[in-house]
């Protein structure tokens, strides 16, 4: 093993371990090594795993979420798996009502919808003849990609992430002539999630907070740090992909725009959009335009089967995730946001944003930037990197990801303290943990006991101290 080697494996390991140790204790009654939860060493392993044995990531994943299946069902007696996936209200109250919806079942699900509806939809749309007319008004040098990039985090405003970033993809391989530098493919990923980062339509995350009582402009000042990053990851990232591969100078000649495979891409997004904030389920909507879409033109279900694989794999580290043990998190405030950003890179941003909301007290925009962009670092941080590897298998090397798209990293780091040092930490209410923290509505509120205990307003009681330990 060359010492270059040993070097990557080291900050690698480094990469996920130092995030999970962060946010590895508490939980449930289980076995700990050295303090560390069994539950957080298997997902470890399953993560260096999925970084090492790139190109066997579908079986990584699955032999990782069975090891640690089966952990909870010897160790953890009674552990309740069907209250985990279903929740405990009934079935059907949760498909008619989206506030009584509980447990994993939705996430997974829409998932599972959205990466294989929105593969279907990046076919449609090359097909539609978009991506071969562009060259025509797009600038032949490195400008070209830069605006490219531009266009994918002003898509992702409004859009799902993975839908935003599989149409940059789906460009980039026909503007570049299908030679895309793996840091511009991370460019790419990371322009769609900071483009979601500021707005409650734009990612998951983001809307988890405003179903749960987040005012969309206090999470809007997101895009100043998101905005930051944008420049820094499309001024690299372009660079990076003029000198592997300049874009196309002229488009192709006698080419026609399908109107009727155009007319499919817009009421897909519209799907997405409207069942995205009626039902909390864009694959929902997605799929019953893909429906319609198929009652008049033919389409490319083959492509389906090209993208199982991912969406399982995904699906797999979602749930690994699920199971980890983290029912309390570090007091809010921005060194935890911070540090989230690199948890996101691991760890399902779902979850941590559920952890989050029910915690209260955090700055929601500087929150949404840190689990949004966070997970841009590493491939399988978001379901937008699953989802663009796709097309762009040579991407699942974490070490090349990392090395090629550094610049992600970097970006992280300048966008997140230029928002500290312009906007602060702003924390603001959502819809059970109010602002102030001493007029919070929440009885034995954490942040409200402190803030009481500082301000001399309640000295500390024994149970005060109880819930504070």
């Known amino acids: 093993m060359t ?50 044995f790139h190109k066997q990531t579908f079986w990584v994943s699955i032999v990782g979420l069975s090891a640690i299946v089966l952990y909870k069902l010897i160790f953890i007696s009674g552990y309740p798996f069907a209250e985990h996936f279903v929740g405990t209200n009934p079935i059907i109250d949760q498909l008619v009502n989206k506030e009584m919806r509980q447990g994993e079942w939705g996430i997974i699900i829409n998932l599972l919808g959205l990466l294989l509806g929105f593969t279907l939809l990046a ?38 992430n993975i839908a935003a970033a599989m149409i940059g993809g789906t460009i980039a391989l ?26 409650v339509l734009g990612d998951t995350t983001t809307t988890m907070m405003w179903i749960d009582g987040v005012s969309a402009f206090n999470v809007f000042h997101a895009y100043v740090a998101a905005g930051i990053a944008l420049i820094i990851v499309a001024w690299f990232g372009a660079h990076q992909q003029d000198k592997f591969q300049r874009i196309t100078a002229d488009a192709k000649s006698g080419i026609k725009v399908n109107r009727g495979k155009l007319f ?23 799929w019953v335009a893909i429906i319609i879409g198929a009652t008049f033109k ?33 007091d809010a405030s921005w060194m935890t946001a911070f540090i989230l950003g690199f948890v996101s890179a691991v760890f399902d941003n779902i979850p941590l944003t559920k952890l989050c909301l029910d915690q209260g007290h955090f700055d929601w925009g500087m929150l949404a930037y840190s689990v949004g962009f966070g997970g841009s670092m590493i491939w399988f941080g978001s379901s937008a990197g699953v989802a663009i590897t796709n097309k762009f298998p040579e991407a699942r090397n974490v070490m090349l990801w990392l090395r090629k798209g550094w610049h992600v990293t970097l970006a992280y780091i300048v966008g997140f ?25 929440v009885e034995n509120c954490p942040v409200k006991i402190k803030t009481q205990a ?9 149970q005060d101290i109880s819930i504070l330990n």
């Open 3 to 52: 010492s270059k080697l040993i070097k990557w494996l080291f900050l690698l390991s480094a990469f996920i371990f130092i995030p999970i140790w962060a946010f590895a204790e508490g939980g449930l009654a289980g076995v700990a090594i050295g303090g560390i939860r069994i539950e957080f060493i298997l997902f470890a392993l399953t993560l260096i795993g999925v970084a090492l």
């Open 123 to 160: 076919k449609i749309f090359e097909e539609s003849g978009i991506p071969d007319i562009l060259p025509k008004y797009l600038p032949d040098d490195w400008k070209g990609p830069f605006i490219l990039l531009v266009f994918v985090f002003v898509l992702s405003s409004f859009l799902d």
């Open 298 to 330: 033919k389409l490319p279900w083959g492509e389906i089967s090209s993208s199982i694989k991912g969406a399982i794999f995904l699906i797999c580290l979602v749930t690994s995730a699920s199971f980890m043990p983290v029912e309390t998190l570090p």
């Open 417 to 441: 303290f230029v928002l500290y040092l312009i906007v602060g930490w702003e924390p603001s209410s959502n819809k059970q943990h109010k602002e102030p923290p001493k007029d919070c509505q």
């Open 454 to 462: 500082m301000e001399n307003i309640k000295p500390l009681t024994p």
């Open 264 to 286: 499919i891409v817009l009421l897909i997004l519209a799907g997405a959009i409207l069942s995205n904030i009626y039902y909390d389920m864009p694959a929902l909507g997605v």
């Open 174 to 199: 026909v503007v570049f002539k299908n030679k895309v530098h793996i840091g511009f493919v991370a460019a790419i990923v990371a322009a769609s999630n900071a483009g979601g980062s500021g707005s």
